[in-house]
């Protein structure tokens, strides 16, 4: 059964990087059936979908965060990782990392989340 | 485009319940739209893949629907559960973005 667990800092600071990882467990991020993503949600808000990469390492970000985000995939220890630059109190929120079906393009499994606080 | 959804919504236990979620622009019927629940604390949760399928061990008391003439899905749950009490989501994209409607709160009272 596939695992995805976030981890990073808990605790920002502004203007500074955000940097999390994914660890990915029960299954391969080589495989060619899924996208890897982020999604987050702001407490007592929505979700918002990040960004995306796929195996052969093409990314696809939010328009709205597109100039300060990264997404990168590290085959050798079954990861991928966000960053997101030029923090503010705006990013504060529960970070997600999912896997999403190539062919039926639905977020199938979610890690439990990671809290963010911009500080 | 967006994806707009009611805030709340509210029904008995046992009774069937429908929740909206209007694209602004493009039709609905272009791209597939997913549904989520997501219980308080818990992470989300899919529901309903390509308009109204369901993934295996989710109860066909949830059914998704298209309407294109309103340009809009829909999520309905029939026999309401108190344990249907949750946020729900709608999800679907365009060429290279996706988006998520701003979720909808379900009230089983």
């Known amino acids: 059964q596939l695992h995805l667990q976030e981890s990073g800092p808990r605790l920002v600071k502004p203007s500074e990087t955000l940097s999390l990882t994914c660890d990915v467990s029960?299954?391969?991020?080589?495989?060619?059936?899924?996208?890897w993503g982020w999604i987050r949600q702001p407490p007592g808000k929505g979700l918002e979908w990040i960004g995306s990469i796929y195996n052969s390492g093409s990314t696809y970000y939010s328009p709205s965060l597109n100039s300060r985000v990264t997404i990168s995939l590290y085959r050798s220890q079954n990861q991928f990782s966000l960053q997101l630059s030029s923090l503010t109190a705006a990013d504060t929120a529960v970070y997600y990392c999912?896997?999403?079906?190539?062919?039926?393009?639905?977020?199938?499994?979610w890690g439990q989340g990671t809290l963010v606080t911009v500080s | 485009f967006m994806l707009s959804q009611p805030h709340s919504v509210s029904e008995s236990p046992g009774k069937t319940v429908t929740i909206s979620c209007t694209r602004s622009?493009?039709?609905?019927?272009?791209?597939?739209v997913q549904w989520y629940q997501q219980r308080p604390g818990s992470s989300p949760t899919i529901l309903i893949y390509e308009d109204n399928q369901r993934p295996s061990g989710v109860p066909d008391r949830f059914s998704g629907s298209i309407d294109s003439s309103s340009n809009s899905a829909s999520l309905t749950i029939s026999g309401l559960k108190t344990e249907d009490e949750a946020d729900y989501y709608c999800h679907s994209y365009e060429s290279a973005n996706q988006v998520f409607g701003g979720g909808t709160k379900l009230t089983v009272l």
């Open positions: 622009s493009g039709s609905i019927a272009s791209n597939y």
């Open positions: 029960g299954g391969s991020i080589s495989t060619s059936s899924y996208y």
């Open positions: 999912a896997r999403q079906r190539l062919r039926y393009f639905d977020w199938a499994d």
